[in-house]
């Protein structure tokens, strides 16, 4: 197994199998990736396109952002795919899994609270509750 260096894009409706080495596989139907794994370990990262989470750049090469942490991995890499050139980051430490993991939580969270009444609804029901 040989670590990946490159992703090449590959826009498609569903992901095909086996997944090659080397293409990040982007689903506009589902609005989300997978690819294998950069350290060459064959093991499949998914992640879910969304406003606070994962965004891809396509500007004739790939970007995803924010970094790649492969937490559900027992490599537990962790690297960027930027321009389609994969950066290297060393493992991450339990204790900064734990943290990626709460930053993601915590952008999920901001995410959902967009969607909450905003302050004039608020003020309304407090003058409300007071009345
Ligand atoms: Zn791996």
Same mark, same amino acid.
């Given at each position: ?70 937490? +559900? ?6 690297? *960027?795919?930027?321009?389609?050139? !994969?950066?290297?980051? /060393?493992? &991450?430490?339990? $204790? ?10 915590? +952008? ?6 967009? *969607?909450?009444?905003?302050?004039? !609804?608020?003020?309304? /029901?407090? &003058?409300?509750? $007071?009345?």
């Amino acid at each position: 197994m040989t670590p990946t260096d490159h992703f090449a894009a590959e826009f498609v409706e569903s992901f095909p199998s086996p997944l090659t080495p080397g293409v990040l596989y982007v689903s506009t139907k589902y609005s989300m990736t997978v690819h294998l794994c950069a350290c060459g370990c064959g093991g499949e990262v998914a992640v879910k396109l969304a406003p606070a989470r994962y965004r891809v750049v396509f500007d004739g090469n790939i970007s995803l952002s924010p970094s790649v942490a492969a937490t +559900a991995l027992p490599c537990n890499s962790h690297y *960027f795919i930027t321009r389609g050139e !994969v950066d290297w980051h /060393r493992q &991450l430490s339990a $204790r900064q899994t734990e943290r990626v993991r709460a930053a993601d939580q915590r +952008a999920v969270a901001a995410q959902r609270a967009d *969607f909450e009444p905003g302050w004039p !609804v608020r003020l309304l /029901r407090r &003058l409300r509750g $007071r009345a």
